[in-house]
């Protein structure tokens, strides 16, 4: 497949290609190409150019456009979902509900721009004087990179690429190399549907490579990045001398307080947002705090409930469980539950790899000294589990870590619930539940080194928008 820029399909202009694999056969999908500066460089000017068109068109004429984008991607739905299925190794029927998830995105949001209504202020302004109105009304900002993760590329992208279109900026999406094909046939979607093709495009290559070129350069008006906190601090640090208005998704640990009075079955049930995507989700719990008293009954429910679960084939209907994105990850979980035991963790289930498979794995005998207790976050289906005494005990070790972006708690003392919530260090926290929680209109984001900015409905509008205040003196 090829990159499209300036609406056209392109190759690399040094006709560098990168192989797509999937990772559950090893089998070369396809090609994409590895794009050099100068294709930076011509997508850029070209998305100056674009943003000038796009951004002084009424929000009406744009909405008209990218109503039809929910109804084109529905059309190619099984032929999205299978080409995603092939590229990451994840079941086909979680790569349709991705779908559907991300065409209720597109309708979401174009719908809530409708309704983002600016401010007035009159005669009583500080400095102000009678006859004064003042009102603010939303601009765009310009050209937007949205980097997109592999885990959720449809569905997360388009928390960026819906906000920035529709409030007047132009695009260009860089795809993560392992789900490129997949990103690239989304992009052309977007034309189909009737967006300039000078308006969004996509560039593809190694993030290490093209990174620089997206990032380190006055053509760029803001970035919204979907990462590792590793490579948001990197963006964050080359961005700095032009002033990009930023907006990172990032990493997490996130904690899943399970108190004395919680109902395991329902705590166990919860546990299967670790197992979709293979555990390969931003916001799924990836430390179970557990009650002494509790602990090891939960362990032991955990255990009998995921014998149940099939890994497999990701395109058969009967796979709960396909691979991790790559076998170089599915080698770094292995090597961190391997770490974890030399810190004296006990691996009671699972754990074994197998190509990109990666079966899952529990945990006993986490201490919270433990590097995977703190900062250490694994990116994949493992369940540690780690033992508390008292409330504080369990907030201290929720709360000791660099990330902070969701947190989980289960407990039948709503009092006590609420409480929890005030005091964990997150950017959402779910009571009666686990922490993977992202509902399309709330903010979402993170505390600490789990990012900056929120999106979701009304707070991406804001995010890829200018406010600007238009003052009139002295109306009589």
Request: hydrophobic share 40%; glycine share 10%; proline share 4%.
């Amino acid at each position: 497949m090829e990159m499209l820029i300036g609406g056209a399909k392109v190759g690399a202009s040094n006709n560098q290609t990168i192989d797509a694999v999937n990772p559950a056969t090893g089998e070369v999908i396809d090609t994409f190409p590895s794009a050099s500066k100068e294709d930076i460089e011509r997508c850029l000017e070209i998305a100056q150019a674009g943003k000038e068109k796009w951004g002084s068109m009424s929000m009406d004429d744009r909405s008209k456009i990218m109503r039809r984008i929910p109804e084109v991607f529905r059309a190619h739905k099984d032929e999205l979902a299978e080409l995603l299925c092939r590229e990451m190794g994840k079941p086909i029927y979680q790569c349709e509900d991705d779908l559907e998830v991300t065409v209720g995105i597109f309708e979401n949001i174009v719908e809530e721009a409708r309704h983002l209504l600016g401010s007035s202020f009159m005669d009583l302004s500080s400095g102000g004087e009678l006859g004064d109105v003042q009102f603010t009304v939303y601009e765009p900002l310009g050209v937007v990179v949205c980097i997109a993760p592999f885990n959720f590329p449809y569905d997360t992208l388009t928390q960026k690429v819906a906000a920035a279109l529709i409030m007047g900026n132009s695009i260009v999406i860089k795809p993560p190399s392992d789900v490129s094909l997949s990103l690239i046939r989304y992009t052309e979607l977007l034309l189909e549907a009737g967006v300039p093709g000078d308006v969004a495009q996509i560039v593809t290559g190694r993030g290490s490579v093209l990174g620089d070129y997206l990032v380190k350069t006055p053509l760029v008006d803001a970035i919204s990045f979907t990462g590792s906190t590793e490579v948001g601090v990197k963006i964050c640090q080359d961005s700095a001398p032009y002033l990009h208005r930023l907006i990172m998704e990032l990493g997490g640990n996130d904690p899943f307080i399970i108190f004395d009075d919680a109902d395991l079955d329902l705590a166990v049930e919860e546990c299967w947002m670790r197992l979709r995507n293979s555990g390969q989700t931003c916001c799924s719990s990836k430390r179970y705090i557990v009650h002494n008293s509790v602990k090891d009954k939960f362990c032991e429910k955990l255990v009998e409930w995921l014998k149940g679960f099939k890994m497999g084939d990701p395109k058969s209907r009967e796979t709960d469980i396909g691979t991790v994105i790559n076998e170089k990850a599915a080698k770094e979980i292995e090597e961190q539950i391997a770490h974890t035991v030399s810190q004296g963790a006990r691996l009671v289930y699972g754990g074994q790899r197998d190509g990109a498979f990666v079966t899952p794995a529990v945990l006993m005998d986490v201490t919270k000294d433990m590097d995977v207790a703190k900062d250490m976050e694994i990116f994949g289906p493992v369940f540690p589990i780690i033992g508390f005494d008292t409330e504080e005990e369990a907030l201290k070790i929720a709360n000791q870590t660099i990330y902070g972006l969701n947190a989980g708690c289960l407990t039948a003392d709503m009092t006590r619930s609420l409480r929890v919530a005030s005091k964990l260090k997150a950017g959402t926290v779910v009571s009666n539940g686990c922490s993977t929680w992202r509902g399309p209109e709330i903010p979402f984001g993170g505390y600490k080194m789990s990012g900056i900015g929120r999106e979701g409905g009304r707070y991406s509008l804001l995010t890829m928008s200018q406010e600007k205040t238009i003052a009139i003196r002295r109306i009589k």
